[in-house]
């Protein structure tokens, strides 16, 4: 039974959505205050963008549960709920818990981070309820993963979100004034692009069994060669954008750190690019992206102490 569990929270993705957020705190924190209130509320955003995360998982396995998408030629991992391990009523009850768990930490961090700033507050709240409102419909009822438009939710929550919201939810936590920087803007992008690779070589993986379920994904569509490009040109971007950051507000040693650090993920887009017909090496890609990005994302965290510690 736990087992059936792990597969269905899928923890290698956790390790993305809690490192994204990460990076968008230690910004706050670079532009804020460092102390035990503001860690809290660190944690607590992460802890919600991880309960995100699941819920999201679990959302999408129970869609494609309920429409049929993963037939027997899946090249995936097979779900708990796919075998029927875990049933759908079951997972149901899951998704609402994570729902009220994830309601509870972020509606914390915005009464901690923002309580006095009406404004902000409502803002968030309702960014809040949008980001819900993805991770649930992005399988379910309108389903507009199955119409390609995944990877621009993915950009918008996974990315902006997480990073530029992380930001100012620390730099509120820490009562200073707060305000955009070309390198929250440019990590925002940078670490979206990246997460999009992630959905997007899950997606090459199942080219043909999305094609015969009529799940229309951006790979689906694209084709096989094509979609390998496509992968090539989100990680080209997203590393200009990620070491071009470190020209903003940072020393400039920093950037040959990052380009180091956007290796890992562009070695896995190489080999991506070459086995693109192969979707049983696609399909072990995806954990060398998830790898990549999660590299990357500790890289930035890291340079961001060294920036605040030794030279801010």
Same mark, same amino acid.
Request: hydrophobic share 55%; glycine share 10%; proline share 1%.
């Given at each position: 039974?736990?087992?059936?569990?792990?597969?269905?929270?899928?923890?290698?993705?956790?390790?993305?959505?809690?490192?994204?957020?990460?990076?968008?705190?230690?910004?706050?924190?670079?532009?804020?205050?460092?102390?035990?209130?503001?860690?809290?509320?660190?944690?607590?955003? !992460?802890?919600?963008?991880?309960?995100?995360?699941?819920?999201?998982?679990?959302?999408?396995?129970?869609?494609?549960?309920?429409?049929?998408?993963?037939? /027997?030629? %899946?090249?995936? /991992?097979?779900?708990?709920?796919?075998?029927?391990?875990?049933?759908?009523?079951?997972?149901?009850?899951?998704?609402?818990?994570?729902?009220?768990?994830?309601?509870?930490?972020?509606?914390?961090?915005?009464?901690?981070?923002?309580?006095?700033?009406?404004?902000?507050?409502?803002?968030?709240?309702?960014?809040?309820?949008?980001?819900?409102?993805?991770?649930?419909?992005?399988?379910?009822?309108?389903?507009?993963?199955?119409?390609?438009?995944?990877?621009?939710?993915?950009?918008?929550?996974?990315?902006?979100?997480?990073? !530029?919201?992380?930001?100012?939810?620390?730099?509120?936590?820490?009562?200073?004034?707060?305000?955009?920087?070309?390198?929250? !803007?440019?990590?925002?992008?940078?670490?979206?692009?990246?997460?999009?690779?992630?959905?997007?070589?899950?997606?090459? %993986?199942?080219?043909?069994?999305? &094609?015969?379920?009529?799940?229309?994904?951006?790979?689906?569509?694209?084709?096989?060669?094509?979609?390998?490009?496509?992968?090539?040109?989100?990680?080209?971007?997203?590393?200009?954008?990620?070491?071009?950051?470190?020209?903003?507000?940072?020393?400039?040693?920093?950037?040959?750190?990052?380009?180091?650090?956007?290796? /890992?993920?562009?070695?896995?887009?190489? &080999?991506?690019?070459?086995?693109?017909?192969?979707?049983?090496?696609?399909? &072990?890609?995806?954990?060398?992206?998830?790898?990549?990005?999660?590299?990357?994302?500790?890289?930035?965290?890291?340079?961001?102490?060294?920036?605040?510690?030794?030279?801010?």
């Amino acid at each position: 039974m736990i087992s059936d569990w792990m597969g269905e929270i899928r923890p290698k993705t956790l390790l993305l959505a809690s490192t994204n957020c990460g990076v968008g705190c230690s910004l706050g924190f670079y532009y804020g205050v460092v102390n035990a209130y503001t860690l809290t509320v660190a944690l607590l955003i !992460i802890v919600t963008g991880v309960l995100l995360q699941i819920l999201s998982n679990f959302a999408d396995d129970y869609g494609d549960a309920i429409k049929g998408a993963d037939g /027997p030629n %899946r090249v995936g /991992p097979i779900r708990a709920v796919m075998l029927g391990s875990i049933s759908l009523t079951t997972l149901r009850k899951a998704m609402a818990l994570v729902i009220i768990m994830a309601s509870i930490t972020g509606i914390m961090v915005l009464v901690m981070a923002v309580g006095d700033n009406l404004e902000l507050l409502s803002k968030f709240a309702f960014l809040g309820v949008l980001a819900i409102m993805a991770a649930i419909f992005y399988a379910i009822g309108f389903a507009y993963g199955y119409k390609g438009f995944g990877d621009i939710a993915v950009l918008a929550f996974f990315g902006l979100a997480s990073v !530029i919201g992380s930001q100012i939810l620390i730099q509120g936590a820490s009562g200073v004034d707060i305000d955009w920087y070309y390198d929250t !803007i440019a990590l925002g992008l940078a670490i979206g692009l990246q997460s999009m690779m992630v959905l997007h070589v899950s997606a090459m %993986r199942d080219i043909m069994e999305d &094609r015969l379920s009529g799940k229309s994904t951006i790979a689906s569509r694209l084709g096989y060669k094509k979609s390998a490009i496509y992968m090539a040109i989100l990680c080209g971007v997203s590393a200009l954008l990620s070491i071009g950051a470190s020209f903003f507000n940072h020393k400039q040693w920093e950037a040959i750190v990052i380009a180091f650090a956007c290796l /890992p993920l562009a070695a896995s887009t190489f &080999r991506a690019n070459i086995h693109y017909e192969n979707s049983q090496k696609i399909a &072990r890609e995806r954990k060398y992206c998830l790898i990549g990005c999660t590299i990357h994302n500790l890289a930035w965290i890291i340079v961001l102490i060294i920036d605040f510690w030794i030279y801010y």
